[in-house]
């Protein structure tokens, strides 16, 4: 079993930040990869970013140069920083961890509201 804390959701005004946090319990070694999706009303989970257990990490594209995702295994934790978030980022937003056997887990999800 795994559990997710995540935190670090809420609204924001357009061009502001916002860092999400995903605290798991147990090692976060044991996993092939960790990352961050999100769902918008209306349309598919997408990734948003993600990092493997050899730090390399991957973004959709419409988050290059704005968000950043990185690990504290000591915490067992991985954050998203958001920067410059624009309305189209609200949505929710599910940590996701994936097993070597590709078993993938996910969190409960924290809202992301961008809005003057």
Do not use: H
Request: with cysteine; glycine share 10%.
């Amino acid at each position: 079993q795994v559990q997710f804390v995540e935190s670090g959701g809420g609204l924001v005004q357009p061009g502001g930040s916002l860092r999400l946090s995903c605290a798991v319990s147990g090692s976060i070694f044991r996993f092939y990869a960790m990352g961050w999706y999100r769902q918008a009303p209306g349309k598919q989970r997408e990734l948003v970013a993600r990092i493997t257990s050899g730090d390399n990490t991957n973004y959709a594209d419409s988050v290059k140069g704005r968000f950043t995702i990185s690990r504290d295994n000591a915490k067992n934790t991985v954050y998203l920083q958001m920067n410059s978030l624009k309305p189209e980022d609200t949505a929710l937003y599910y940590c996701n961890a994936v097993a070597s056997t590709m078993q993938a887990y996910w969190g409960q999800g924290t809202q992301v509201t961008v809005s003057s």
